[in-house]
């Protein structure tokens, strides 16, 4: 049984191809695919083939590959590159025969291509000098590789163009039994000269820095061999400046069917902490730094495991793709963490997500947490809220407040609902006046369908009529099909539970 691990940026174009090409093995698998918080459909056509999908905590090949090892199931974990269309069909098998016939720990694939400068004008010199034994490698930088897990979770993912040569080196260090596969002819975009200017930099950097072994003053002339001064920095921003609409969904009451930090707590074993923190009646912000302590020493890949095992509202895809064809930024606000809003994002296809920062250290939570500058007044109190996200979004994006449909609850995020050029109550859980002063519209019902309704036109256009007394009764009926889905969700987070039960003992 067999894990393969696809890390991904932007490759919307070619990730369902490889998927398919990965499929044809006769072996048992798994394919998880890190999507490293791509700005294009990656993560839409990833999920067509109904494949695992996680998003990466923070940016960068290295962190999604430790990320992706951390999720596999199986002790054999295979890594290849989703922006390429010429893998051979038995691409699983050339990798990981080797580890499956114990002849082997670690496997490097090599291949023919169209060129290969880094590899012939930096690693191969810097590794004939620092480590001869890896010299023969044909090809020390390519990212098609194979491990056992158990050697994986002892080495240091670089989180550059280092991570190949530099997983080479610890595996060697490790004592790992290395070999070769050849997996034929391997075609895939030329890259610039900047692009390898950085490459050469970052692989140098790596080889170097792990040669602890090597006085520093041959080190400063090693580092000089064949690196191009010039540089250009790399980056990838999101970016929604021309965008003139708005829709911010609650992450906890309008896209999760029940929040994340309950259901965390049920499957991680502590309700009860839980809960004392909110019985204790602490202010806002000190009950969300006392709630991160409860996932210390979870990683990304469990918390993530939470996020997929909650149920969506129904139809919030479709909701989502629509809003966006009609002009709309859609995104995500949330009290939590930025690692499990940015997922479903991605998830989602939307375009933003404003959140806490839950803190990482490779990649398992310390239980220490951030509050996002954007919730905080700016006046010298520092008061804590999330509608300060609306001067935020004026300032940086350019959108009127007005222009913004906000939906949420009416419990949690009053201020929000009236802020906004149009809130919207969707399923709230009490009935009475107030939601009928502070909501522009209500929509009972597990269904977000009636945004639409009033998405036809720009907000500041919106002439919503009052709402009833009648239509205030049957918010009751929302509340019912919220509760009705808990008990499900209860037995569903129980079943989470006992596999992480099992996990770790």
Request: net charge neutral; hydrophobic share 40%.
């Amino acid at each position: 049984m067999i894990s393969i691990v696809i890390p991904v940026l932007n490759e919307g174009a070619t990730i369902r191809q490889v998927i398919k090409t990965i499929k044809k093995t006769s072996r048992k698998i798994e394919i998880i695919v890190v999507d490293d918080n791509s700005t294009d459909n990656t993560v839409e056509e990833a999920m067509k083939e109904q494949v695992r999908v996680i998003t990466s905590s923070q940016r960068g090949k290295g962190i999604s590959m430790r990320e992706g090892m951390m999720a596999a199931k199986y002790d054999i974990i295979a890594y290849v590159d989703g922006d390429i269309l010429t893998y051979p069909d038995n691409i699983v098998e050339l990798l990981t025969l080797p580890i499956e016939k114990d002849e082997a720990d670690f496997v490097k694939s090599y291949f023919q291509r169209q060129a290969g400068r880094v590899t012939q004008l930096v690693a191969k010199p810097l590794l004939s000098i620092l480590y001869p034994d890896l010299a023969h490698y044909q090809q020390p930088l390519s990212g098609m590789i194979a491990a056992r897990k158990s050697f994986l979770a002892k080495v240091h993912f670089e989180n550059d163009y280092g991570v190949d040569i530099g997983l080479l080196i610890d595996m060697h260090l490790l004592g790992a039994r290395i070999t070769e596969a050849n997996i034929g002819k391997v075609e895939n975009a030329m890259q610039t000269w900047e692009q390898l200017s950085k490459m050469s930099r970052e692989v140098s950097r790596t080889i170097l820095r792990k040669a602890e072994n090597i006085p520093q003053e041959n080190l400063e002339t090693l580092g000089n061999i064949n690196l191009i001064r010039e540089q250009m920095e790399y980056a990838i921003l999101e970016s929604i400046d021309k965008l003139q609409k708005m829709v911010i969904f609650n992450l906890d009451h309008a896209v999760f069917t029940q929040p994340y930090l309950q259901w965390a707590a049920m499957a991680f074993n502590r309700e009860e902490a839980l809960q004392k923190i909110r019985d204790a009646n602490h202010d806002e912000m000190t009950t969300m730094q006392l709630s991160a302590t409860l996932f210390e020493g979870r990683n990304i890949a469990e918390l993530l495991e939470v996020a997929d095992a909650i149920p969506l509202v129904p139809g919030i895809r479709e909701i989502v793709r629509e809003l966006r064809k009609r002009g709309y930024a859609c995104g995500l606000i949330t009290d939590g963490y930025s690692t499990v809003a940015q997922h479903i994002k991605n998830k989602l296809g939307m375009d933003f997500a404003f959140a806490n920062k839950l803190q990482l250290v490779h990649s398992v939570s310390t239980g220490d947490f951030s509050i996002a500058d954007y919730f905080m007044s700016s006046n010298k109190y520092g008061k804590y809220s999330k509608s300060h996200v609306f001067p935020y979004i004026a300032q940086q994006y350019q959108i009127n407040t007005q222009n913004i449909i906000y939906v949420g609850d009416g419990q949690h995020d009053q201020r929000l609902l009236i802020e906004a050029g149009v809130g919207v109550a969707f399923c709230p859980l009490y009935r009475g006046e107030a939601i009928e002063k502070i909501a522009d519209k209500i929509i009972s019902g597990l269904s977000l369908a009636p945004l639409l309704d009033i998405a036809q036109a720009s907000p500041k256009k919106f002439k919503l009529p009052p709402i009833s007394k009648k239509q205030a009764r049957n918010i009751g009926v929302g509340s019912l099909v919220g509760l009705a889905g808990a008990g499900l969700l209860y037995f569903a987070m129980r079943q989470l539970r006992n596999k992480n039960k099992t996990t770790t003992s």
